[in-house]
């Protein structure tokens, strides 16, 4: 793989129950919209991330089921300038749920997933 050429990869934090893209990227602060009124994703490690621990308070916890899951979900996939990518790498929370239903269904998915 030596004559690849680097891939450009964004990192989405769907596990809106539990956030931790934003500790493990070491990233704080809300994201910045652009001209088009989408969020820009917060960037560390030259990775764009987009989380919902960017968007509520980090000590509120979040108490939500069913529309609001999917709304949310919904927010962070569609309404983010991610730019040109080659890979967005999906962050999902454990178990099965309303977040693998909506991703699921909204966005196409290719790859494998790992434990």
Same mark, same amino acid.
């Given at each position: 793989?030596?004559?690849? %050429?680097?891939? =450009?990869? $964004?990192? *989405?934090?769907? /596990? &809106?129950?539990?956030?931790?893209?934003?500790? !493990? +990227?070491?990233?704080?602060?809300?994201?910045?919209?652009?001209?088009?009124?989408?969020?820009?994703?917060?960037?560390?490690?030259?990775? %764009?991330?987009? =989380?919902? $621990?960017? *968007?509520?308070? /980090? &000590?509120?916890?979040?108490?939500?089921?069913? !529309? +609001?899951?999917?709304?949310?979900?919904?927010?962070?996939?569609?309404?983010?300038?991610?730019?040109?990518?080659?890979?967005?790498?999906?962050?999902?929370?454990?178990?099965?749920?309303?977040?693998?239903?909506?991703?699921?269904?909204?966005?196409?998915?290719?790859?494998?997933?790992?434990?």
């Amino acid at each position: 793989m030596a004559n690849d %050429p680097l891939k =450009s990869v $964004g990192l *989405l934090d769907a /596990d &809106v129950y539990g956030p931790s893209i934003p500790k !493990l +990227m070491n990233l704080k602060g809300n994201p910045e919209l652009n001209d088009n009124n989408l969020m820009l994703p917060l960037t560390n490690y030259g990775v %764009p991330c987009m =989380s919902m $621990g960017f *968007l509520v308070d /980090d &000590v509120a916890p979040i108490v939500w089921r069913g !529309l +609001m899951v999917m709304s949310a979900i919904e927010r962070l996939i569609r309404q983010v300038d991610w730019g040109s990518l080659d890979y967005l790498v999906v962050d999902m929370p454990p178990g099965t749920g309303d977040v693998h239903l909506s991703i699921s269904q909204n966005i196409p998915i290719a790859g494998q997933s790992h434990t």
